[in-house]
């Protein structure tokens, strides 16, 4: 088993930025692939990243190219989101999730389907 917390959420106006952080137990990532998605009120769960290191590999959602940054230290089993100039359109509940990285090469899992752990979420508000 796999338990994923997320920290670092909270309120910052548009153009500013934040860093989410998520912490596994569990397993060691060398074996994982994890991801970042988002939940806004009323629809449905969207990709966001993904990030994996056998092969060292991340992947990126069209919508944050360029703004978000994921990046994961596996001596601490920890993958963090960095995001840069925030939009309210970004506000949502963004939630991390793992998934082994077994069979997967250089093959990076976009649908929320394709994992098997998940966090609590923790909730990013953009104001305008």
């Known amino acids: 088993q796999v338990q994923l917390v997320e920290s670092g959420g909270g309120l910052v106006q548009a153009g500013g930025s934040l860093r989410l952080s998520c912490a596994a137990s569990?397993?060691?990532?060398?074996?994982?692939?994890m991801g970042w998605f988002t939940q806004a009120p009323g629809k449905e769960r969207e990709f966001v990243a993904a990030i994996t290191w056998s092969p060292a590999h991340t992947y990126y959602a069209d919508s944050v190219k360029g703004r978000f940054f994921i990046s994961g230290d596996n001596a601490k089993n920890t993958v963090d989101l960095q995001m840069l100039s925030l939009k309210p359109e970004d506000t949502a509940v963004y939630y991390c999730?793992?998934?082994?990285?077994?069979?997967?090469?250089?093959?990076?899992?976009?649908?929320?389907?394709?994992?098997?752990?998940w966090g609590q979420g923790t909730q990013v508000t953009v104001s305008s």
């Open positions: 569990g397993r060691t990532f060398n074996n994982y692939a």
């Open positions: 999730a793992a998934r082994t990285s077994r069979g997967l090469g250089s093959y990076l899992p976009s649908n929320e389907k394709e994992y098997d752990y």
